[in-house]
């Protein structure tokens, strides 16, 4: 990433060697099929913000509250797990009152789930927000909708300087609106799973960042283990 001072990125530190650099305040897309460890990738890099004194959102539509914090408590502890803000996508699917001081109503009104995310970050400076995820919010709305929602989010959360990671499910959606989506925003990281002697492998590489070159080699990740190199 030459020509950025190190000041403006932030390393994901899940491989010894070569790993992710994101600029901070970039919006990225993170792209994987169902069932890899996206949003465990996600948690983890934002627990590791968290334990650096930064703040957080997550938006999830997946993932219940409870799943959420268990897992971020994995990565670091119960107390760094309380001081992540959880926009709670959840429960108004399963039609039942939500605890959390950011909830959506339901999922088809896009406008205010931007309203909800944009108080949940309003006073937040030099954080992250993280949407689990796009494919389920198009389920409900019209593809050309949630991307029109993206591009206008990623403004306003580039505009008040803070990182965004938004999750979709590949080869779930058309070639057109994915390729829009990767258009709408400055980077993309791919997860991808493969079988290799009946154990399966994850791995993840950064493929584009707006006006930067990148290494696209694939490195490996394991939950348990950081990530290295692919040779």
Known sequence: MEGRPISELITVTFAPKGALEIPRGSQILIVG???VVKTTFALRYLADRLKGNEQAVFATTLWSPEQVRETISQFGSKKLATQLRIADGVSCV???PSSEPFAFQNL???NTISLVMIQAISDIKNGHLCIDNLTTLMTYSAPLLVIKFLQVLCARVKDRGL???YLLEDGV???EVV???RFSVDGVIEIHDEEESDELIHKIRLVHLRGTQVDTRWLLYNEKRPLRRVS
């Open 33 to 35: 099929p169902p069932g």
């Open 94 to 96: 399963t039609a039942r």
């Open 108 to 110: 088809y009104d896009l």
């Open 163 to 165: 990182t965004g990671l």
């Open 173 to 175: 959606h058309s070639k």
């Open 179 to 181: 390729a829009t989506l």
